[in-house]
């Protein structure tokens, strides 16, 4: 049997719809955060990036890069082991308690990425729960969706962000099992946020816990980072909240926090924390380094906002649509993927910008659009060139410009 014969027929409608995935390949560069050198055909040149989940550009922040090298020659490069056979190091324990700190919980775990955590900790609640019944919000990250589709939990999706519709799904379940409500605060592709004290309502009136991604929201909201939940008060009402290392706090890996059982009980049966390597101890250590920096500083998250409604209220004045939302997301609309993979390419070669076109299934299809997240780096020269860019494609294009 022609294997690649049967692969290349998949790609090639891929092809064919326009979304096939094109990678760019990029060098970053210590220090010059936005910018970044380009890799095409072996000739490199430099690229101002303008859709980084580094959010905050703290990936090249100097404490962080300390305490990531103090640790590799402390400890080394690995953690040596799973958590379980001589890997928990004395590092992962210090970011479990900063975890635990930062979302005012009794206890946090640490999980390879982000996508595991959610994986992992919703595969292990909806199986080891008898008849437990999960409520999924229907805009949840692939991480979500997958895991309680392993975890074989009878799954209700409830309409993004509709408290209404969220409260009709919990009131039509049997009083007695458990029901676990799982959404996000910042959805990623749109930037709306949920409407997080009402679902803690209507979830604490039927006796659910919640679930909460907080991935985009940590480091970036509340008085200390702890995500939309702290900005709201919220934490203390939430059974479980997930988050990541690896976007605005500029390093890799992922985590849950929760009660001290919660945490134990993921710990012991979750097959996709026990059987896997521990992140190094250095990237535990840049981790913590990083959300304590956070913890402290506002001047980030502050100069974020002042550049993102920079951009907005430019692309306001040049008649771009974007799409309106409460967060450092903003995404314009093209509605088509190869126009938009066609504006990333212009943007890229003729103005130096990259920014990766979003396709399906990323997002649905129809609704393909370029995702800008301004940082606290991005200067207000880099925010006019993108401005001047944008204006001058939208006049080469004919794209229809926002009425009224
Ligand atoms: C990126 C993302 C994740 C996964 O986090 P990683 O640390 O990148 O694996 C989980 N949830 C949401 C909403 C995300 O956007």
């Keep these: 049997m022609n294997f690649d014969a049967l692969f290349n027929a998949q790609l090639d409608a891929l092809k064919e719809e326009g979304n096939y995935r094109y990678f760019a390949e990029l060098e970053r560069k210590c220090?010059?955060?936005?910018?970044?050198?380009?890799?095409?055909?072996?000739?490199?040149?430099?690229?101002?990036?303008?859709?980084?989940?580094?959010?905050?550009?703290?990936?090249?922040?100097?404490?962080v890069i300390d305490a990531m090298c103090e640790a590799v020659k402390r400890t080394g490069t690995g953690a040596g082991g799973t958590r379980n056979i001589s890997g928990t190091n004395h590092d992962h324990l210090l970011l479990e308690a900063e975890l635990a700190d930062l979302h005012n919980k009794e206890a946090a775990l640490l999980f390879t990425s982000g996508y595991v955590s959610n994986w992992a900790a919703l595969s292990t609640l909806g199986s080891r729960l008898e008849n437990c019944v999960i409520l999924s919000d229907a805009g949840n990250h692939a991480s979500m969706i997958e895991g309680i589709r392993h975890s074989r939990a009878d799954k209700v999706l409830w309409k993004h962000n509709d408290v209404a519709d969220l409260e009709a799904k919990l009131q039509a379940l049997p009083a007695n099992v458990p029901k676990i409500v799982a959404f996000e605060s910042v959805y990623s592709m749109d930037g709306d946020i949920a409407p997080i004290r009402d679902i803690v309502e209507v979830a604490e009136k039927y006796g659910a816990m919640t679930y909460l991604d907080e991935v985009h929201g940590v480091g970036l909201y509340g008085p200390r980072g702890g995500g939309v939940a702290e900005q709201e008060g919220l934490m203390d009402r939430i059974t479980l909240i997930e988050g990541t290392l690896g976007k605005a706090f500029g390093v890799v890996g992922g985590y849950i926090t929760g009660s001290a059982a919660l945490c134990d009980f993921i710990r012991s049966f979750a097959s996709g924390f026990i059987f896997t390597t521990a992140l190094p101890p250095a990237v535990a250590a840049a981790a913590k380094a990083s959300i304590a920096h956070l913890k402290q500083s506002d001047t980030e998250r502050m100069k974020q906002r002042e550049q993102v409604k920079k951009l907005r209220d430019g692309l306001d004045r040049a008649g771009i649509p974007h799409m309106m939302n409460d967060s450092h997301i903003v995404p314009v609309m093209i509605k088509d993927p190869v126009k938009t993979k066609m504006l990333a390419d212009y943007l890229m070669d003729?103005?130096?910008?990259?920014?990766?076109?979003?396709?399906?299934?990323?997002?649905?299809?129809?609704?393909?659009?370029?995702?800008?997240?301004?940082?606290?780096?991005?200067?207000?020269?880099?925010?006019?060139?993108?401005?001047?860019?944008?204006?001058?494609?939208?006049?080469?294009?004919?794209?229809?410009?926002?009425?009224?």
């Design 31 to 63: 220090g010059k955060f936005p910018l970044c050198s380009n890799h095409v055909d072996g000739e490199q040149r430099d690229v101002t990036v303008w859709c980084s989940n580094d959010y905050l550009g703290m990936g090249q922040n100097q404490m």
């Design 350 to 404: 003729e103005w130096g910008i990259y920014v990766q076109p979003i396709n399906y299934p990323t997002v649905p299809k129809g609704t393909e659009r370029l995702r800008f997240t301004p940082s606290p780096l991005h200067s207000d020269e880099d925010i006019a060139h993108l401005l001047r860019a944008l204006t001058t494609l939208w006049k080469q294009c004919a794209i229809a410009h926002a009425v009224a």
